[in-house]
């Protein structure tokens, strides 16, 4: 995940870079193609099969676990009862069969990613887990986020390519459509929905915005600052470039 979020930080940095220097499009072109592959599923399965690696020695003789690590576990006599009786193992079976679930779910369009990775925990871990089910985080999150990691990249791609649009043609593209075929072979999707990432055009300027995590458009609403007083309020995540 350390990856992803420094991808993220370059995504951010190129909206402010953008509104303050005017780039060739040679630049323009560099950076774009920065973006363009970050073998998002290799790296998904990878961290996938990391995590079942690191996590599957829970569920082999549990009574050894560092307590310092888990903080909720029964007396180490309990422990021994549940994996003399086979409980352990039966619960290592389960996660075995949830991070394979999850696997197959980087076969889907990543707009389901979440529904699909949240669905396969709630089949194989129940919200009233067992003893060592319930030690884990079952790694849901890893694929389940991964759409909030990838929109900020593909909305960076498409501000490069409305800039590029706008030094060959002297101004904006009229919609996101209009830089299809020359820049993209098809309209950039909204990782979290699968719709089309929102462009729109302003009195000075552009947004470029992704529905964010509640999956709602909120017409390039931005997160309000952080005040402590907005959690019930709902956002896009928007790039916006002052011209």
């Not at 290592?92 to 669905?119: H, W």
């Not at 919200?127 to 694929?143: D, F, M």
């Not at 800039?163 to 820049?183: K, N």
């Amino acid at each position: 995940m350390v990856a992803a979020s420094g991808a993220n930080i370059a995504a951010v940095a190129v909206e402010r870079i953008v509104n303050r220097v005017d780039l060739s499009d040679a630049r323009l072109l560099m950076l774009s193609q920065s973006f363009a592959d970050f073998g998002e599923k290799t790296r998904l399965l990878m961290a996938l099969v990391g995590e079942r690696c690191l996590t599957y020695p829970v569920f082999d003789r549990p009574q050894t676990l560092n307590r310092d690590y888990y903080d909720r576990l029964p007396p180490r006599a309990v422990l021994e009862a549940y994996n003399a009786l086979g409980l352990a193992a039966r619960d290592g079976i389960a996660y075995l069969d949830c991070v394979q679930e999850r696997m197959g779910v980087l076969r889907l369009p990543m707009c389901q990613y979440r529904d699909a990775a949240e669905t396969a925990q709630a089949r194989w871990f129940p919200r009233k887990r067992s003893i060592l089910r319930r030690q884990i985080g079952y790694g849901t999150g890893i694929v389940a986020r991964e759409a909030v990691y990838v929109a900020p990249r593909e909305m960076a791609r498409v501000l490069l390519a409305v800039e590029r649009y706008r030094l060959a043609h002297g101004s904006l593209p009229e919609a996101i459509d209009s830089l299809v075929p020359e820049y993209f072979a098809s309209v950039p999707e909204d990782p979290l929905d699968g719709m089309p990432l929102r462009y729109k055009r302003l009195d000075r300027g552009y947004v470029i915005y992704s529905v964010g995590e509640d999956r709602r458009d909120n017409g390039g609403k931005p997160r309000p600052p952080e005040d402590g007083e907005r959690h019930y309020e709902t956002w896009d995540v928007v790039f916006q470039v002052q011209r």
